[in-house]
């Protein structure tokens, strides 16, 4: 699928394909990467609003540090897209605002 992404991914001679669902848009990954990384090559790169002035966030460190691509996935808010690897029928949705910590968040 052809999109405006800067990512590119690099050819593999095999590639298991799953399918997450963006806000219930299906969106291609690969088995084994995580959700930042298939919504960027998909060219998604919105994965939250900031909660004071609701300023779009894009992933950015991409190893855990800077918590700039926090979203709910499978209904569980404060997510790290960068750290979560895909699954199939996976749930992801972006975050907008602050979203409330409890003892169950992940
Ligand atoms: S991109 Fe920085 S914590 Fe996920």
Do not use: Y
């Amino acid at each position: 699928m052809e999109n405006d992404s800067r990512f590119r991914r690099l050819p593999q001679a095999r590639e298991t394909t799953v399918t997450l669902l963006l806000e219930g848009r299906p969106v291609t990954a690969r088995a084994g990467e995580t959700v930042a990384a298939a919504l960027l090559a998909a060219g998604v790169s919105i994965t939250r609003t900031t909660p004071v002035s609701g300023a779009p966030r894009s992933p950015f460190c991409l190893i855990g540090a800077c918590f700039d691509c926090l979203m709910v996935i499978d209904g569980v808010p404060n997510r790290q897209a960068c750290m979560t690897i895909v699954h199939d029928g996976m749930a992801v949705a972006r975050q907008h605002g602050a979203a409330a910590v409890t003892e169950d968040s992940n």
